[in-house]
């Protein structure tokens, strides 16, 4: 088991925007998130992974919604152990999703209710099971 701890989370994106979409008054939307996940390794420091959620849901001629929303937030995390196995990335990856996803979902929420609307509020989700088949990302920069 990957041993870990978070340093420090911040939302470096919050986008909102109502959109002016003609429809029937009892018109129901499908509004579907797209989730997005992206991992960074700090090469000065090994035991440092950062992880980047973002959530997207944005209006098309095709599929209209009534607001777009775009969200990505950054948490740091530090491992108690280098990792040097690919299937124990695998594991923190999923991991630090857990532990992270629920702070995205509650963004969503806060998002939509500070713009005044019904908040959006998505059923609780294993944040782990967002991707099943994404591996990890390569190396990012130092920051």
């Known amino acids: ?3 870990f701890k978070m340093l420090g989370m911040h ?19 499908e509004i579907k998130p797209e989730f ?6 700090i090469k000065e420091m090994p035991k440092r992974r950062i992880i ?12 209209p919604k009534p607001f777009d929303l775009a969200i990505r937030l950054v ?7 280098e990792i040097w196995l690919t299937e124990d990335e695998k ?11 629920p702070y995205l979902r509650a963004a969503i929420t806060n998002l939509t209710a500070a713009a005044m609307i ?9 944040g782990g099971t967002l991707f099943p088949d994404e591996k990890p990302e390569a190396e990012g920069e130092s920051k």
């Open 36 to 41: 997005n996940r992206q991992l960074k390794k």
């Open 52 to 63: 980047e959620l973002t959530v997207k849901m944005i209006s098309t001629e095709s599929n």
């Open 118 to 126: 019904n908040p959006l509020i998505l059923p609780p989700l294993d």
């Open 91 to 101: 594991e923190f990856v999923s991991a630090a999703t857990r532990a992270t996803f």
């Open 11 to 29: 939302c470096e994106d919050m986008r909102f925007r109502l959109n002016v979409v003609k429809a029937e008054p009892q018109t129901k939307f």
């Open 1 to 3: 088991m990957i041993k």
């Open 75 to 81: 948490a740091v995390y530090e491992l108690e152990e």
